[in-house]
C-alpha cells in the first residue's frame, strides 16, 4: 500500500503518531488495508504530543465541509441537547457532540450532520445552531422617536444602553411597555440606575429567546396560534415583553404596531386568531379525534401548554419544567405567564386523575395513559 501526503496528514490527524513518515510509509507496505495500518500504527506507544497539536488539527479541518473519509446524515429527532448516540464500529456507543455544523468520531473517521443544516440553502454560512434557532433573523435598523430620545435623556437615561436595546427588540414601543414612563412623576423621576436595569432586562431577554420568525396578533388578551410545528396554542399578552412562541421561536407585534408591521413587512409568517374567530372556525367540527371539545377548559389549559390532544401525566410535567425554565421570574420571564403555566400544569393533573370524563367506558389502553 503506498501512501500519498493527504493519506500522511491523515494518519497524523487520527492517530497523533510520533513515528516519521519515512517510517509510516514502511509500515504501509506490509499492510492492504488503511484501517489496518491505522490500527497497528495505534499499537506503538505515544510520547508526549506536541504542543502545535490544535494548530496541526486547526489547520486540517480549516475551510473543509467534509473532512472525514465518511460522512453520515442524521435526524433531528435523533438529535438531543446537541449530541447524538452513534453505534461505532467496535460495537461501542459513544455520545457525539454536535459542534458547528457536524459531529465527529475519530474512531470510525466519521462526520454526522444534522439533515437541517444538511438541506438548508444557507448552509455555508451560517452553522447549525443558527439555523436551528434562528439567531440570525435580519434585523432592520431601529431608531428612536426623537421627542421620546430627549425625554429618556432628560431622566438621565445612558445613550450606549439605549442603542444595545436597539440591537435586539423589533419595535421601539417595547421599550416604553417596560419603562411606562408616561406614569412617571417630572419632578421625582425614578433614579437612572433603576430604568438601565429595565432596559438591560429588554436586552436579556430577547437576547436568549431565540426568534426565528415574526408574527401579527391580535389585541386581545389571548389569541389561538396555528404554529409551525402543527400545534394549535394559546398564548397570553406578556405583560412587559412581546408574546413569544417557544415552540416555533415566533415573535409576535400586536396588529396596531403599526411601524413596527411596515418595517418588517417581509418577513411576518404567522397570523394569529381572537377567540371569536376561532369559536367560527370550530363551528362544524366541535370534537377531536380525542373527544375534546375545543371551546372546553381542557383544551383551554392543554394549548397553554402547547398541546392539542390528552397527553400523559408524565409529558406534562416534563413540558411544564421546560417552559418554566423560560417564563421563571426569577430568570427574567413573565410572572403573568409563569402564573398561567402552573395553573394549567395544576388542573389538568387533577383532572386526569380524578375526573375525565367517561372514564369507565373508555378502553384499557386509555386508561392506563393517565395512571
Not at 444602553?161 to 421599550?175: M, N, R
Not at 406614569?183 to 429567546?209: G, S
Not at 370534537?287 to 394549548?303: N, R
Request: overall charge positive; charged content about 30%; aromatic content about 16%.
Amino acid at each position: 500500500m503506498i501512501l500519498n501526503e493527504s493519506d500522511l496528514n491523515r494518519i497524523y490527524f487520527l492517530t497523533r503518531t510520533y513515528l516519521s513518515k519515512e517510517k509510516i510509509n514502511t509500515l504501509a507496505l506490509s499492510e492492504n488495508n488503511f484501517d489496518d495500518l491505522l490500527y497497528r500504527i495505534k499499537q506503538h506507544k505515544w510520547k508526549n504530543l506536541d504542543n502545535d497539536w490544535s494548530l496541526f488539527d486547526y489547520y486540517f479541518k480549516k475551510d473543509k465541509l467534509i473532512y472525514a473519509r465518511n460522512f453520515k446524515i442524521i435526524n433531528e429527532k435523533d438529535i438531543f441537547r446537541g449530541t447524538y448516540i452513534h453505534q461505532c464500529k467496535n460495537n461501542f456507543k459513544y455520545l457525539i457532540y454536535i459542534i458547528e455544523n457536524s459531529g465527529y468520531c475519530k474512531r470510525c473517521d466519521t462526520q454526522f450532520f444534522p439533515r437541517l443544516w444538511w438541506n438548508n440553502v444557507n448552509k455555508e454560512k451560517m452553522n447549525y445552531y443558527e439555523i436551528k434557532y434562528g439567531y440570525n433573523l435580519i434585523k432592520n435598523s431601529l431608531t428612536l422617536n426623537e421627542e421620546y430620545e430627549k425625554k429618556l435623556i432628560n431622566y438621565g437615561v445612558d445613550k450606549s444602553i439605549i442603542s444595545k436595546v436597539l440591537t435586539q427588540i423589533h419595535s421601539e414601543i417595547e421599550i416604553e411597555k417596560i419603562l411606562l414612563t408616561k406614569y412617571y412623576d417630572i419632578k421625582n423621576p425614578p433614579p437612572p440606575n433603576k430604568i438601565h436595569e429595565k432596559l438591560i432586562t429588554l436586552f436579556n431577554v430577547w437576547n436568549i429567546k431565540p426568534v426565528k420568525h415574526l408574527g401579527i396578533h391580535p389585541d386581545k388578551e389571548f389569541f389561538f396560534h396555528k404554529c409551525l410545528n402543527n400545534l394549535e396554542r394559546i398564548l397570553f399578552q406578556e405583560k412587559y415583553f412581546y408574546t413569544w412562541c417557544p415552540s416555533c421561536f415566533t415573535k409576535f407585534i400586536p396588529e396596531w404596531d403599526i411601524n413596527c408591521i411596515n418595517n418588517y413587512k417581509n418577513l411576518f409568517t404567522v397570523n394569529c386568531y381572537a377567540k371569536e374567530n376561532y369559536q367560527e372556525k370550530n363551528e362544524k367540527n366541535k370534537f377531536s379525534k380525542d373527544h375534546l371539545i375545543k371551546s372546553s377548559d381542557e383544551y383551554f389549559y392543554l394549548s397553554i401548554l402547547g398541546l392539542n390532544k390528552r397527553t400523559p401525566i408524565k409529558e406534562i410535567l416534563n413540558i411544564f419544567r421546560h417552559l418554566s425554565k423560560i417564563y421563571h421570574p426569577d430568570i427574567g420571564g413573565d410572572s403573568n405567564m409563569f402564573q398561567k403555566i402552573v395553573k394549567a400544569k395544576e388542573w389538568l393533573v387533577k383532572f386526569y386523575k380524578y375526573s375525565i370524563p367517561d372514564r369507565i367506558e373508555k378502553n384499557n389502553d386509555d386508561d392506563e395513559m393517565f395512571k
